[in-house]
């Protein structure tokens, strides 16, 4: 589907989206929708557009036209239950703080910048780093942990912010198989709750795996669809060109 949506209760519909970069437009316009309990895999070359769709939706960069709207309302309203994992290499990882502090960084919206994390905040932070295998290092520096406990680390964060839309963007990227079922299983565990998951990822193999829907990118949206039927070599010959080889 690339027309018109439809307003399903829940559902996140991205109209007539542009993402601007300064004067211009990174993205043309661009319509879809998302409903409660779906992940989709957004995929295309490098360079596509998939971290600037996720950045647009996130509002980590500005909109140059159109609206993303959740349950009809601006997804501005509840931003604080839009929870956006960046890249790792978008990440300063010698900023000084500990895993603990990242992750509470997820209840700030709802606590206040300026307060301190209360005992309710504090004991989810803690309750999601063990919920990803991280039980008993919070305290330590983030600069310490391997590339797949610090993903695990930003999983926690986007947890306690008890999300309505999970946006990922490159998240298998540099994890070993364990922490690949981990996140796996985590990302089914958030669907099945009705979380909306979007996923910016290369490995086309994860979106045939976990996905139930693929938004296909190359500077305008190719395809929209639910997998069974979208991703087929037909669409990753027009989404990829001759960048990929498609075996049938």
């Excluded at 986007?158 to 994890?175: C, N, S, Y």
Aim: glycine content about 12%; proline content about 4%.
């Amino acid at each position: 589907m690339t027309g018109p949506a439809s307003s399903n209760a829940g559902s996140l519909l991205v109209r007539d989206l542009e993402v601007g970069y300064g004067a211009g437009f990174a993205l043309p316009a661009m319509t879809f929708e998302v409903a409660r309990g779906e992940v989709v895999g957004i995929i295309g070359p490098n360079g596509s557009g998939k971290s600037t769709l996720l950045k647009g939706i996130a509002r980590v960069l500005p909109l140059s036209g159109g609206q993303v709207l959740i349950g009809g309302q601006d997804i501005g309203r509840i931003a604080g239950r839009v929870a956006y994992v960046p890249q790792r290499e978008d990440v300063n990882w010698d900023f000084p703080a500990t895993a603990l502090d990242v992750v509470l960084m997820g209840r700030y919206r709802r606590t206040g910048w300026f307060r301190r994390p209360d005992r309710a905040s504090r004991a989810l932070a803690h309750e999601a780093l063990g919920r990803l295998g991280l039980d008993g290092m919070g305290d330590r520096h983030i600069s310490q942990f391997s590339g797949g406990q610090q993903q695990r680390i930003f999983l926690a964060r986007a947890l306690v912010q008890e999300p309505l839309v999970l946006l990922l963007d490159e998240p298998f990227t540099g994890i070993d198989a364990a922490n690949r079922t981990l996140l796996h299983e985590l990302i089914a565990e958030l669907a099945r709750t009705g979380v909306i998951v979007l996923m910016a990822t290369h490995d086309l193999d994860e979106v045939s795996s976990i996905c139930s829907s693929v938004c296909c990118l190359n500077h305008r949206l190719v395809a929209f669809g639910p997998t069974a039927t979208t991703y087929t070599p037909e669409t990753i010959r027009a989404t990829f060109g001759g960048q990929i080889a498609v075996f049938s």
